[in-house]
C-alpha cells in the first residue's frame, strides 16, 4: 500500500491545491492532506474551518483521508507508514523554500522521499494568501478556490471580519 501525504495549511484550501491532490492521489493507494498545527503561525480560519473546506472538496474520494498533526512531518509521515510527501511548485521563487524544506526532512528522515507536483499553469499564480487578502478587501474569489466551498468561504470570511 503506497501512502503519500500532502503536508501544508490550507488557509484556505486553494483551486490549485485541489488540482496537486488530485493529480497526486493517482500516484498512490492512501493521500493524507495533512494540516501542519504549528503554533507559531496564525492562520485566519481555525483547524476546524480549514478541515471541513477540506472535506466538502474531497468527499467521496475514497483514497484522500484529512487530518491534522503537531511536531515535525517527517515523524508524522513514519507513523503514518508514508513513503512520500507531496509538494506543489509553482514558481521559480517557490524553490528556494521547497528545497530547504526538502532537504531538512531528508535529514531528518531519509526514508521519506519529497515528491514535487508542477502546478498547472492555470492555478500558478493562485495562493492561500491571495484568498485571504482577496477576501479581506471583498473581491471576487471565483477560481482560486474549489467552486463548492466559495460560498461558505465567503460567508465565514464575513463573520469573522465582522467580529
Ligand atoms: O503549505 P505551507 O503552509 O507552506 O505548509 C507548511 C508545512 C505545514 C508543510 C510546514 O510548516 C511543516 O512541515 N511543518 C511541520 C514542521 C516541520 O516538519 N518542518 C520542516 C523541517 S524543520
Do not use: W
Not at 34 to 43: R, W
Not at 72 to 80: N, P, Q, S, V, W
Not at 118 to 129: F, K, N, Q, R, V
Request: net charge neutral; glycine share 4%.
Amino acid at each position: 500500500m503506497k501512502i503519500y501525504i500532502c503536508p501544508g495549511s490550507y488557509d484556505p484550501v486553494t483551486s490549485g491545491h485541489a488540482d496537486i491532490i488530485t493529480r497526486a492521489a493517482d500516484h498512490c493507494d492512501k493521500l493524507i492532506i495533512a494540516l501542519g498545527e504549528n503554533s507559531l503561525k496564525n492562520t485566519f480560519f481555525t483547524l476546524k474551518e480549514r478541515i471541513a473546506f477540506l472535506k466538502k472538496v474531497f468527499n467521496g474520494n475514497e483514497k484522500i483521508e484529512i487530518e491534522s498533526y503537531s511536531g515535525l512531518t517527517t515523524e508524522y509521515a513514519r507513523i503514518k507508514k508514508a513513503t512520500a510527501l507531496v509538494r506543489g511548485l509553482r514558481a521559480v521563487s517557490d524553490f528556494e523554500y521547497e528545497y530547504q524544506m526538502a532537504m531538512l526532512n531528508r535529514k531528518l528522515n531519509p526514508d521519506v522521499e519529497t515528491l514535487f507536483f508542477m502546478a498547472s499553469p492555470e492555478y500558478s499564480y493562485i495562493s492561500s494568501g491571495a484568498v485571504r487578502e482577496f477576501l479581506r478587501n471583498d473581491a471576487d474569489i471565483t477560481g482560486l478556490v474549489p467552486e463548492c466551498i466559495r460560498e461558505d468561504i465567503i460567508a465565514l470570511s464575513r463573520k469573522k471580519m465582522m467580529k
